[in-house]
């Protein structure tokens, strides 16, 4: 299995800015893909901001122009900084991972998820 640990999560007024990391750890042979979603309660899960070992990324429409996902050198971490933070963007911010682990034979597929953090956009 691989590892995902989130931090930055917390409680901003309207109009702040949150940095979300998340730190990929185990028996990785390669990342796909890393990506940020979440969920507001009583509502689905929702991609929020994805990015592909290609560098190629992707955002939900109501976060365009507000929330950047980038990721290090080393493709183990990802990060998402979300500004202009609104009371809707309030939800359980989750990341997510697709790639490879390393085995005994041949490299095996993951799809792992971490464990959450809490983003609260109040005054």
């Known amino acids: 299995q691989v590892q995902l640990v989130e931090s930055g999560g917390g409680l901003v007024q309207p109009g702040g800015s949150l940095t979300l990391s998340c730190e990929a750890s185990?028996?990785?042979?390669?990342?796909?893909?890393m990506g940020w979603y979440r969920q507001a309660p009583g509502k689905q899960r929702e991609l929020v901001a994805r990015?592909?070992?290609?560098?190629?990324?992707n955002y939900v429409d109501s976060v365009k122009g507000r929330f950047t996902i980038s990721r290090d050198r080393g493709w183990n971490t990802v990060y998402l900084q979300m500004n202009s933070l609104k009371p809707e963007d309030t939800a359980v911010y989750y990341c997510n991972a697709v790639g490879y682990i390393q085995t005994a034979t041949i490299p095996r597929g993951f799809d792992d998820w971490g464990q959450g953090t809490q983003v609260t956009v109040s005054s």
């Open positions: 990015v592909t070992s290609g560098g190629s990324t």
């Open positions: 185990g028996r990785i042979f390669s990342i796909n893909a």
